[in-house]
Nanobody, 122 residues
């Protein structure tokens, strides 16, 4: 029902910034809880941030104060602004969507994008 396409990943120096975008189609975008997850090589997938229709947000402790999630319902797009990037932020970042109140529970997210690579050099 829903297709998600991430973009905006790339290579950046430590301390730099990137903005990831996730374009959604095929559903009523404003009704979905939207989340970002990431997976580093050899590591398990972990929660990064999420935002619901009201604008309420949730962040992993590791990114709080550095990352900001936002959404533009008119463009059916969710963003992840990443500032003060650290080498440990290096991972493939995935956009996800659900009609459930899953927040950091990846098992409750129904739809996933293909991922975009973020590499932060030390």
């Amino acid at each position: 029902q829903v297709q998600l396409v991430e973009s905006g990943g790339g290579l950046v120096q430590a301390g730099g910034s990137l903005r990831l975008s996730c374009a959604a189609s095929g559903g009523t975008f404003s009704r979905y809880l939207m989340g970002w997850f990431r997976q580093a090589p050899g590591k398990e997938r972990e929660f990064v941030a999420a935002i619901r229709w009201s604008g309420d947000t949730s962040y992993a402790d590791s990114v709080k104060g550095r990352f900001t999630i936002s959404r533009d319902n008119a463009k059916n797009t969710v963003y992840l602004q990443m500032n003060s990037l650290k080498p440990e932020d290096t991972a493939v970042y995935y956009c996800a969507a659900t009609l459930s109140y899953g927040w950091n529970m990846d098992r409750l997210y129904e739809y996933w994008g293909q991922g975009t690579q973020v590499t932060v050099s030390s």
